[in-house]
């Protein structure tokens, strides 16, 4: 179970938006979240990758190098 406040031109939209449509205030929530769900991983996950490089605690490749450690340079 989750409650969230909104605030109230939020909320008055999503009431609109429901009431036009015939669709709950909680089903266009639960699809707001689930478009954006993925998004907000993703870019928790790159600052993630992104400090450990910074701090050394990570290494980057280039694609030449890739290419050679896995034996598909020309």
Sequence with gaps: ????????????????LAKSTGRTKTF???????QHLDDLEDLYLAEQRLMAIRSGQ???YSLEEVERNLGLAD
Excluded: V
């Design 1 to 16: 179970m989750l409650a969230i406040r909104l605030p109230a031109e939020i909320e008055s939209r999503l009431d609109f």
């Design 28 to 34: 266009y929530a639960k699809e707001a979240i689930l």
């Design 58 to 60: 990570s290494k980057t």
